[in-house]
Protein backbone atom coordinates (compact mmCIF):
# COMPACT_ATOMS: atom_id res chain seq x y z
CA UNK A 1 0.00 0.00 0.00
CA UNK A 2 2.62 2.73 0.66
CA UNK A 3 3.52 1.90 -3.26
CA UNK A 4 0.07 2.70 -4.19
CA UNK A 5 -0.06 5.82 -1.23
CA UNK A 6 3.45 7.27 -3.69
CA UNK A 7 1.48 6.56 -6.81
CA UNK A 8 -1.07 9.17 -5.20
CA UNK A 9 1.37 12.00 -3.69
CA UNK A 10 2.23 11.94 -7.78
CA UNK A 11 -1.29 12.64 -8.67
CA UNK A 12 -1.61 15.46 -6.14
CA UNK A 13 1.79 17.18 -7.02
CA UNK A 14 0.02 16.99 -10.77
CA UNK A 15 -3.11 18.27 -9.17
CA UNK A 16 -5.38 15.19 -9.73
CA UNK A 17 -7.37 13.93 -7.28
CA UNK A 18 -4.76 12.13 -4.85
CA UNK A 19 -5.73 8.42 -5.36
CA UNK A 20 -2.62 5.57 -6.56
CA UNK A 21 -3.16 2.17 -7.25
CA UNK A 22 -0.41 -1.09 -8.08
CA UNK A 23 -1.36 -4.62 -8.68
CA UNK A 24 1.18 -7.06 -7.40
CA UNK A 25 1.69 -10.76 -9.07
CA UNK A 26 3.98 -13.33 -7.47
CA UNK A 27 5.14 -10.62 -4.47
CA UNK A 28 6.47 -8.32 -7.26
CA UNK A 29 4.50 -5.06 -8.33
CA UNK A 30 4.01 -5.74 -12.39
CA UNK A 31 1.74 -2.66 -12.53
CA UNK A 32 1.74 1.18 -11.33
CA UNK A 33 -1.60 4.14 -11.65
CA UNK A 34 -2.47 6.92 -10.63
CA UNK A 35 -5.61 9.31 -11.12
CA UNK A 36 -4.95 11.09 -14.44
CA UNK A 37 -8.16 12.54 -15.65
CA UNK A 38 -7.09 16.19 -16.14
CA UNK A 39 -3.99 15.43 -17.72
CA UNK A 40 -5.17 12.60 -20.68
CA UNK A 41 -8.89 14.73 -20.47
CA UNK A 42 -10.40 11.31 -19.86
CA UNK A 43 -12.87 10.57 -17.03
CA UNK A 44 -11.75 6.72 -16.86
CA UNK A 45 -8.18 7.54 -16.57
CA UNK A 46 -8.55 6.41 -13.11
CA UNK A 47 -5.66 5.02 -10.95
CA UNK A 48 -7.38 1.58 -11.22
CA UNK A 49 -7.98 1.38 -15.01
CA UNK A 50 -4.67 2.85 -16.02
CA UNK A 51 -2.91 -0.29 -13.43
CA UNK A 52 -5.27 -2.81 -14.76
CA UNK A 53 -4.33 -2.05 -18.34
CA UNK A 54 -0.77 -1.90 -17.25
CA UNK A 55 -0.71 -5.60 -15.50
CA UNK A 56 -2.86 -7.12 -18.58
CA UNK A 57 -0.06 -5.68 -20.86
CA UNK A 58 3.06 -6.98 -18.77
CA UNK A 59 1.47 -9.84 -17.97
CA UNK A 60 -0.15 -10.81 -21.56
CA UNK A 61 -3.23 -11.58 -20.37
CA UNK A 62 -6.74 -9.93 -20.13
CA UNK A 63 -7.43 -12.02 -16.47
CA UNK A 64 -5.57 -11.38 -13.15
CA UNK A 65 -6.42 -13.77 -10.54
CA UNK A 66 -3.35 -14.34 -9.15
CA UNK A 67 -2.89 -10.83 -8.85
CA UNK A 68 -3.37 -7.90 -5.67
CA UNK A 69 -5.03 -5.10 -6.12
CA UNK A 70 -4.01 -1.70 -3.70
CA UNK A 71 -5.69 1.12 -3.69
CA UNK A 72 -5.81 4.12 -1.88
CA UNK A 73 -9.46 5.09 -2.61
CA UNK A 74 -12.09 2.43 -2.59
CA UNK A 75 -12.64 1.95 -6.54
CA UNK A 76 -15.95 3.40 -8.10
CA UNK A 77 -18.26 1.05 -9.18
CA UNK A 78 -16.41 1.85 -13.03
CA UNK A 79 -13.37 0.57 -11.35
CA UNK A 80 -15.16 -2.40 -9.72
CA UNK A 81 -16.61 -3.44 -13.11
CA UNK A 82 -13.28 -3.28 -14.96
CA UNK A 83 -12.11 -5.14 -11.83
CA UNK A 84 -14.75 -7.77 -12.46
CA UNK A 85 -14.43 -7.94 -15.70
CA UNK A 86 -10.37 -8.70 -14.66
CA UNK A 87 -10.95 -11.40 -12.19
CA UNK A 88 -8.26 -9.98 -10.13
CA UNK A 89 -8.09 -11.87 -7.35
CA UNK A 90 -7.36 -9.79 -4.09
CA UNK A 91 -8.60 -6.06 -3.44
CA UNK A 92 -7.22 -4.29 -1.11
CA UNK A 93 -8.08 -0.33 -0.28
CA UNK A 94 -7.43 2.39 1.89
CA UNK A 95 -10.11 4.88 2.71
CA UNK A 96 -13.59 4.31 2.23
CA UNK A 97 -15.43 6.62 -0.05
CA UNK A 98 -18.89 7.13 0.94
CA UNK A 99 -20.23 9.09 -1.99
CA UNK A 100 -19.17 6.97 -5.39
CA UNK A 101 -17.32 3.91 -3.83
CA UNK A 102 -19.39 0.63 -5.21
CA UNK A 103 -19.55 -0.76 -1.93
CA UNK A 104 -22.55 1.45 -1.79
CA UNK A 105 -24.20 1.62 -4.74
CA UNK A 106 -23.29 -1.65 -6.28
CA UNK A 107 -21.76 -3.69 -3.57
CA UNK A 108 -21.20 -7.31 -5.86
CA UNK A 109 -20.25 -5.60 -8.73
CA UNK A 110 -16.47 -7.16 -8.27
CA UNK A 111 -15.99 -11.32 -9.38
CA UNK A 112 -17.76 -13.34 -6.61
CA UNK A 113 -14.40 -14.55 -6.07
CA UNK A 114 -12.52 -11.47 -5.50
CA UNK A 115 -11.02 -11.14 -2.12
CA UNK A 116 -11.85 -7.29 -0.64
CA UNK A 117 -9.66 -6.02 2.28
CA UNK A 118 -10.54 -2.59 3.34
CA UNK A 119 -8.86 -0.11 5.53
CA UNK A 120 -4.95 -0.18 4.67
CA UNK A 121 -3.60 2.93 5.57
CA UNK A 122 -6.98 4.60 5.50
CA UNK A 123 -6.03 7.64 7.61
CA UNK A 124 -3.14 8.86 5.20
CA UNK A 125 -5.22 8.40 2.35
CA UNK A 126 -7.85 10.82 3.68
CA UNK A 127 -6.14 13.14 5.09
CA UNK A 128 -4.56 13.31 1.19
CA UNK A 129 -7.60 13.69 -0.04
CA UNK A 130 -8.69 16.50 2.56
CA UNK A 131 -6.04 18.22 1.44
CA UNK A 132 -6.53 18.11 -1.87
CA UNK A 133 -9.89 19.41 -2.00
CA UNK A 134 -8.91 22.23 0.89
CA UNK A 135 -6.08 23.45 -1.57
CA UNK A 136 -8.79 23.24 -4.42
CA UNK A 137 -11.17 25.46 -2.66
CA UNK A 138 -8.83 28.08 -1.85
Same mark, same amino acid.
Given at each position: ??? !? ?6 ? &?? *? ?10 ? #?????? $? ?5 ? $??? @? +? ?20 ? %? @? ?6 ? *??? +? ?5 ? &?????? *??? &? /?? !??? $? ?5 ? !? %????? %? #?????? /????? *? ?8 ? $?????
Amino acid at each position: MNE !AFKQARIA &FE *EGEIPVGAVIVS #KNRIIA $KGYNQTE $KLT @D +VTAHAEMIAITSAANYLGAKYL %P @DCRLYVTL *EPC +VMCAGAL &FWSQIG *EVY &F /GA !ADP $KRGFHLS !A %PNSLH %P #KTKVFS /GIMAE *ESEQLLLEFF $KKLRK
